[in-house]
């Protein structure tokens, strides 16, 4: 059943209009119910929008409130906290190409081992940031748009550029 649910998702949900238009034909509770046939774990009041690609989607949990950017590329295994906001064109890696052998082509080498995202609560991706494998983005953090995220991001941090640096802290007591 999942694999038809999964069909449905790439075949229809994926091309239906964004969630904010008026005449969005339910494509918001389309994919809400989508999602949580394909994902492992999904909480209350999820937003999927249009265009989102999550592979299979076996990998990824997703707390409650939070969404997934329009036309946002995530692969698991991904744990997305509660209220997370997450704009346009998001991608977020749990592998990588190897590249360590000189005498074979890097594409003749495979993929590294994955290794997990944890998004924290109440975090917000900016547009077309990009968070790497391994990556643990903690809770109330903002990551700038077109971000290159290569490691941990503090809790109530303000982080932007490629790689991304401490922007400031949210609060000044943090």
Avoid: C
């Amino acid at each position: 059943m999942k694999k038809i649910y999964l069909m449905l998702y790439y075949a229809v949900g994926i091309k239906m209009p964004r969630s904010d238009r008026t005449m969005n034909f339910g494509a918001k509770g389309f994919r809400r119910f989508l999602a949580k046939k394909a994902f492992k774990k999904v909480g209350t009041q999820i937003n999927i929008e249009k265009g989102a690609f999550f592979g299979n989607g076996s990998e990824i949990e997703i707390g409650d409130y939070s969404g997934i950017g329009i036309n946002a590329q995530i692969s698991g295994p991904i744990k997305i906290g509660n209220y997370v906001m997450m704009g346009p064109e998001v991608m977020i890696y749990t592998s990588n190409h190897n590249f360590s052998e000189k005498d074979r082509p890097m594409i003749m080498q495979g993929n590294s081992k994955t290794k997990p995202v944890v998004i924290e609560d109440d975090v917000w991706i900016g547009a077309r940031a990009v968070i790497l494998p391994g990556v643990t983005v903690h809770k109330g953090s903002i990551i700038a748009a077109g971000s290159i995220i290569t490691k941990d991001v503090q809790a109530y941090s303000i982080v932007g550029g490629n790689p991304a640096k401490l922007i400031k802290m949210r609060f000044e007591n943090e």
